[in-house]
């Protein structure tokens, strides 16, 4: 897969009609809600990317975790998408003293799925690394 072929099927599900939000965690572990991050991990899935799922129980709440990660990105599907960190991190007007904020924050703060892939096709700035930056 490509990264703008991932990038395109994460924003899909975030998009989706069909999709449900999860907060606090990247996934219910007993049904289809998945957080703004969980839904990355599932595109990635979808599109031949290996990751390890487990459904357990987390702080009494059935959750599904991606290579051990319950709260964050998995380092593959970081690099798979070119982003800085593992939940999402950017900055809103940093030339101004913008503050830095979080997909995963967004997610639980209130944003809908669709208001953070907005955010997500703004490209802000510190979001995805920029073209040749390791």
């Known amino acids: 897969m490509t990264r703008q072929e991932l990038l395109d099927e ?9 999709s449900v939000q999860f907060h606090r965690a990247m996934a219910d572990a007993d049904g ?3 957080c703004c991050l969980g839904h990355a991990c599932e595109a ?17 709440q059935g959750l599904r975790s991606y290579n051990g990660e319950y709260m ?18 950017y900055c809103l007007d940093c030339s101004h003293g913008g503050s830095n904020e979080c ?4 997610n639980d703060s209130g944003l809908t799925l669709p208001e953070i892939a907005r955010t997500i096709r703004a490209r802000p700035r510190g979001l995805f690394k920029e073209e040749g930056e390791a």
Not at 10 to 18: C, D, H, K, Y
Not at 45 to 56: K, P, S, V
């Open 44 to 60: 990635y899935i979808a599109l031949g990317g290996q990751l390890e799922i487990r459904d357990g129980e987390k702080g009494g």
């Open 72 to 89: 964050t990105l998995p380092s593959s599907v970081i690099e798979a998408l070119g982003l800085n960190s593992a939940s999402g991190e």
């Open 103 to 106: 997909l995963s924050h967004d």
């Open 32 to 34: 289809p809600g998945r």
């Open 10 to 18: 994460w924003l899909r599900r975030l998009e989706a009609p069909e």
